[in-house]
């Protein structure tokens, strides 16, 4: 059982994964670089390490941003049970923010 970093939800790999899309979005951010391309950005609640990463293909696109923006976070919060996995044993704080 994994514990969500955010509230007390408890549930395995793939429950937390769909939790964290649908309960905490705030968790993935989206920025735009200087030369127009834009990205997002993950950072793990245990131990602060962030992940940035260049939103493909369309990166220009503000409607493909607006679009697809859930599969993103799914994506980014898939990385962040990851890590959670390999980094934190699968632990992590329930209600830690």
Request: hydrophobic content about 35%.
């Amino acid at each position: 059982m994994m514990t969500c970093p955010w509230c007390e939800f408890e549930g395995g790999p793939r429950a937390l994964q769909a939790h964290l899309t649908q309960a905490h979005p705030q968790g993935v951010t989206f920025g735009e670089r200087a030369n127009g391309t834009r990205y997002y950005e993950i950072t793990c609640p245990v131990c602060n390490l962030s992940y940035d990463q260049r939103i493909k293909p369309r990166s220009q696109d503000a409607g493909f941003l607006d679009e697809f923006q859930r599969e993103i976070r799914l994506v980014a919060f898939d990385m962040l049970v990851n890590h959670f996995l390999a980094e934190h044993q699968g632990v992590t704080t329930g209600g830690s923010q």
